[in-house]
Nanobody
Framework: QVQLVESGGGLVRAGGSLRLSCTASGGTFFRNYAMGWFRRLPGKERELVAAISASGEDAYATNSVKGRFTVSRDNANYTVYLQMDSLKPEDTAVYFC????????????????????WGQGTQVTVSS
């Protein structure tokens, strides 16, 4: 059983930056897990923000955050990051980390139904 714990959320002014971290524990090799970041905006369904392959060589960011958010991972420290720059009020949401075991180091996943494990979420609030 894999446990995921997010950190780094908080209140920031528009144009500012935050870096979210998600640390995994309890499972086997972290390098066997593709990771994702999702968010739930107020009153909306959860949506994909970014995804990264198990190896870290392949990454994806949704159009609304492309060029502003960057996903990366440190397999030695069982951690995945979401660097968020140029934040906008519409980025206000609860951000979730997710993990999915895969034998393919290059594969990443964009559908929340593809993920087996989820963190509790961390609140990000961007003021105007």
């Amino acid at each position: 059983q894999v446990q995921l714990v997010e950190s780094g959320g908080g209140l920031v002014r528009a144009g500012g930056s935050l870096r979210l971290s998600c640390t995994a524990s309890g499972g086997t090799f972290f390098r066997n897990y593709a990771m994702g970041w999702f968010r739930r905006l107020p009153g909306k369904e959860r949506e994909l923000v970014a995804a990264i392959s198990a190896s870290g060589e392949d990454a994806y960011a949704t159009n609304s955050v492309k060029g502003r958010f960057t996903v990366s991972r440190d397999n030695a420290n069982y951690t995945v990051y979401l660097q968020m720059d140029s934040l906008k009020p519409e980025d206000t949401a609860v951000y979730f980390c997710s993990a999915r075991n895969t034998p393919y180091s290059w594969m990443l996943f964009k559908d929340e139904n593809d993920y087996n494990y989820w963190g509790q979420g961390t609140q990000v609030t961007v003021s105007s």
